[in-house]
């Protein structure tokens, strides 16, 4: 039987078009691209036309792009960088408490060095209220980071509204796109946002690859220093193969981007429609409308969510309880206890992210065989609770 993989939120599997561009850099391609002979000058060539392609798929200048070794990193650079480059103006930033760890550590890490953090809370759905963000500016404030969409419940943020907010504050706003870049429209100027965090192996690229976009004009502080490579924002000879793979999956992303999200919220729909008829007590976590359309998230009362995982792992159905990050944290998820879900409830939750390879067949799948397992799961708790 064939496998489903369900999981493309925590990782994509590389597209063989980027895989094939990415050889190229490999085995004919290699030299560094600071060489002056032809072999660098064509590494070089590759990194520049990968530029232009991740700017124009988020509508930014190539020279806005900095690429670095993946979101995590693109998240500690706009952090740190703009804390270190704004400190005399002041100390204080603001963000939500449902960010990836590699924001709300780094606010920890500031937090330890003098900064103040301020957390805003979501609602139920895991929206942030963009007069919360109003209400926290102060005169300190040097930054606002709100993520534009949410990695384990997929609800998208009020951004524009945000970075309005921000604008008008004289503030600067970043925000993390790891999860919407290539799966929904993330264009800065409409957005109005200074930072932007990406990551290429969330679109079908390879993985230990991601930029920072910073607006022309943006003073920020380097994080890793040497030989002053992209602009001397980020030193350390470039990734070319990978850039290249980046720069690929950046130019397919952009040609199925519109198809992919009517596919995609269709199947979605379907999926949540059908498990909602077939399970009892079953909870969507998330925005029911305002979501990215790969994503699921449900609450099955009664169910431990790894228990579930490993039942359908042994059918070849690739699932995830929260995010990647978290799987190996038996702790209940800080974004499901944010929303206000019960611990139990936040334990049985089951993250089903689709993709580009996603089929109708695979999903009528999922449909028969996952509310079987919850009934099979919950007879054995409940017989274990006697
Ligand atoms: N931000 C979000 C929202 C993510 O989902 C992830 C990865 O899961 C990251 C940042 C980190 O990106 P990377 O895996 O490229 O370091």
């Known amino acids: 039987m064939e496998n489903i993989y369900l999981d493309y939120a925590a ?14 850099y490999y085995h004919e391609i290699y030299g560094n691209p600071s060489s002056i002979h032809q072999q660098g000058q064509s590494s070089r060539e590759a990194i520049d036309e990968a530029r232009e392609k991740v700017a ?23 952090l740190k960088g703009i804390a270190l480059a704004h400190k005399d103006k002041g100390n204080h930033i603001i963000t939500s408490n449902i960010e990836h760890p590699s924001i709300t550590n780094v606010c920890m890490i500031l937090g330890q060095s003098g900064y103040r953090i301020t957390f805003i809370p979501v609602d139920e759905y895991g929206m942030v209220n963009p007069d919360d963000v109003k209400k926290a500016i102060n005169p300190e404030t040097i930054l606002i980071s709100i993520m534009q969409a949410n990695n384990e419940i997929g609800t998208i943020q009020p951004l524009e509204e945000i970075a309005g907010i921000a604008r008008e504050a004289g503030v600067l706003i970043h925000t993390d796109a790891v999860q919407t870049t290539g799966h929904i429209d993330v264009d800065v100027g409409k957005l109005g946002v200074d930072l932007l965090s990406l990551s290429a192996h969330k679109l079908y690229g390879p993985k230990g690859v991601g930029a920072l976009y910073i607006r022309s004009g943006v003073n920020i502080t ?6 002053g490579h992209e602009d001397g924002h980020r030193s ?30 269709g199947l979605r729909n379907y999926l949540i429609q059908e498990l909602s008829h077939r399970i009892d007590n079953l909870k969507l976590n998330g925005h029911p409308g305002k979501r990215l359309p790969n994503n699921t998230n449900i609450s099955v009362e009664g169910i431990n969510g790894t228990d579930l995982l490993l039942s359908l792992d042994t059918e070849g159905i690739y699932i995830s309880t929260g995010s990647a990050c978290m799987a190996e944290n038996s702790t209940p998820s800080q974004v499901l206890t944010a929303i206000g879900l019960s611990p139990a409830m936040a334990r049985s939750a089951l993250r089903m992210t689709i993709g580009r390879w996603t089929t109708r067949e695979q999903i009528d799948r999922v449909i028969e065989i996952l509310p079987g397992t919850v009934t099979h799961l919950r007879a054995i708790t409940h017989e274990g609770q006697q």
């Open 236 to 265: 350390g000879t470039e990734n070319s193969a990978g850039i290249a793979g980046f720069g690929k999956a950046a130019e397919l992303a952009e040609e199925e981007l519109n198809n992919e999200i009517l596919r995609q919220t």
């Open 222 to 227: 380097p994080l890793i220093h040497g030989s």
């Open 56 to 78: 124009r798929l988020i509508g930014a200048k190539s020279t806005e792009i900095v690429f670095t070794s993946g979101g995590t990193e693109a998240n500690n650079f706009a």
């Open 11 to 24: 990782s994509t599997p590389v597209d063989p078009l980027v895989v094939n561009e990415m050889s190229l």
